[in-house]
């Protein structure tokens, strides 16, 4: 099943084991990990996260949250619980796809027992709800859904592409309070998933959403012919650094543009449950999360075969937000 890492602020120096886990010491709470605002979500009724005495807010995110993501080639795990020395991080990572239906509620319920905590003490579960890969989509959906209706625990489904957003200013630039990322996940069949956001003063925007395309489009200057009735204007973004973030730029290394690939950062990312977890307390916060019969998972291509106009008016998305790359890489000096 793999194993999960413990992380608490206890003040220890150095890693230690307990049976399975792996637990490090000590660890930095900073600031801007609690204060995500994404400009997109999709707001539910309250949730049972209500219940409690004192209900989280986004200057008091003390929350119990699971998050979750099956979407990729990989099975990813987090669960945040509140303690007396503060917020306990939990995380686990291990081979997705076939193994991922099997693995995922038996690994949830040996990180909960750990934490000492019941799904009824969660604030809320949050999954990757897209896009990525159609079964496991449907597989994180599915078994969000089942644990949070008997629990009675609200959930909260999270952009992926946002998630890998997120990963990646973690990871490369977590002290920048201006940055630009273009999210970027295989979408097999020769195509990417595709989202530009901007990460500013500790909240994220979204510049572009979601769109599928193909690598070489990435960045691709039109012609006026080919461009949208209504083209977008160039985005404006002043000295934010710009990150490219996702999982594609191995399988398609020959095919994304060179200028592009040289003009950002990239930084390789996937839509990391412990990801969700920093983009999660005030979204919760805010009433973002749903009822568990509420949850569904975001398809960008629900299907394979399309009609000519299905195709023409996908192109347009893609081209629009392929035509605002170069305007981003312009202005934005390289993070590296």
């Not at 099943?1 to 010491?25: D, E, L, Q, W």
């Not at 949730?47 to 119990?64: E, F, I, K, L, V």
């Not at 960045?219 to 999982?247: E, F």
Request: glycine share 8%; charged share 15%; aromatic share 4%.
């Amino acid at each position: 099943m793999g194993s999960f890492t413990v992380r608490n602020p206890c003040g220890s120096c150095g890693p230690c084991y307990i049976g399975k886990a792996r637990v490090a010491h000590p660890v930095e709470v900073k600031k801007h990990d609690s204060i995500i605002r994404p400009t997109q979500a999709h707001p539910g009724p309250p949730g049972p996260a209500d219940r409690r005495s004192q209900a989280p807010t986004a200057d008091n995110p003390r929350m119990n949250l699971l998050a979750l993501d099956t979407g990729t080639e990989f099975l990813s795990i987090a669960l945040r619980t509140e303690g007396p020395d503060g917020p306990q991080l939990q995380e686990h990572q291990s081979a997705g796809g076939a193994r991922a239906s099997t693995d995922l509620i038996a690994a949830v319920l040996a990180m909960l027992s750990h934490a000492g905590v019941r799904l009824s003490d969660l604030d809320a579960i949050c999954f990757g709800s897209g896009p990525g890969s159609f079964t496991g989509l449907r597989t994180a959906c599915s078994v969000v859904q089942g644990l949070a209706f008997g629990a009675g625990v609200p959930v909260l489904p999270m952009d992926s592409l946002l998630a890998v957003a997120e990963d990646a200013r973690y990871a490369a630039v977590p002290d920048s309070q201006d940055i630009v990322v273009t999210a970027l996940l295989d979408a097999r069949m020769d195509e990417m998933y595709a989202a530009t956001y901007r990460f500013t003063q500790g909240h994220w925007q979204t510049l572009f959403p979601a769109a599928l395309l193909r690598p070489q489009d990435l960045g691709l200057a039109m012609t006026p012919a080919d461009l949208p009735p209504q083209p977008m204007q160039p985005l404006q973004v002043g000295k934010a650094s710009h990150l490219l973030a996702g999982n594609v730029f191995d399988v398609y290394a020959g095919r994304l543009p060179a200028a592009l690939l040289q003009s950002a950062q990239v930084v390789p990312a996937l839509p990391g449950a412990a990801a969700m977890l920093r983009l999660a307390p005030e979204m919760v916060a805010q009433g973002l999360a749903v009822d568990a019969a509420q949850a569904l998972p975001h398809y960008i291509r629900d299907k394979v075969a399309k009609t000519t106009a299905e195709r023409d008016a996908e192109k347009a998305q893609a081209v629009s937000l392929g035509a605002a790359i170069p305007a981003i890489g312009a202005a934005a000096p390289s993070a590296g």
